[in-house]
């Protein structure tokens, strides 16, 4: 009687220990894919208007046109206008209708120099309220 119990102590054990390495095992995984997929997201994240946020894959080429706060096809030169290059990992801005185009000299958004730029991760137009964040592992 007292070795069947001890016999079954040591079995719900044995189980326990089981169940305790499994669930590490799946949280370690879980945490791997996790990690994998937040390095590989690389993309732009462009901010404009009252609070409008639209993100692109920094490896799909593609101009943005926004203007007064909204995306539109075509580049006119008017009004509060901002014309945004994506190309193969980098992003700039390519014209906008501020008025010191500060925004324009601040060079390109790479993953590979995201660190090095003055202004991080960050390209800002602050007289239109438009702003490219580089979103993604660095490389
Ligand atoms: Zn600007």
């Given at each position: ?41 690389k993309?732009f ?13 920094a490896y ?25 290059r994506i190309e193969n990992g980098a992003a700039w ?13 601040q060079g390109a958004l790479r993953a590979d120099t995201v660190l090095k730029r003055?202004l991080g991760a960050w390209i ?8 490219i964040?580089y979103v993604g592992?660095g490389e």
């Amino acid at each position: 009687m007292q070795n069947n119990t001890t016999e079954k102590r040591v079995r719900r054990n044995v189980l326990l220990m089981g169940a305790a390495v499994l669930f590490v095992a799946l949280a370690v995984v879980i945490c791997l894919v996790l990690k994998d997929r937040q390095g590989s997201a690389k993309l732009f994240r462009i901010r404009f208007g009252s609070g409008t946020v639209a993100e692109y894959d920094a490896y799909e080429s593609r101009t943005i046109v926004i203007r007064d706060g909204v995306i539109v096809d075509q580049a006119t030169g008017e009004g509060e206008e901002n014309v945004i290059r994506i190309e193969n990992g980098a992003a700039w801005m390519e014209k906008a209708t501020c008025p010191h185009h500060e925004c324009m000299e601040q060079g390109a958004l790479r993953a590979d120099t995201v660190l090095k730029r003055p202004l991080g991760a960050w390209i800002i137009c602050a007289p239109h309220g438009v702003s490219i964040e580089y979103v993604g592992g660095g490389e």
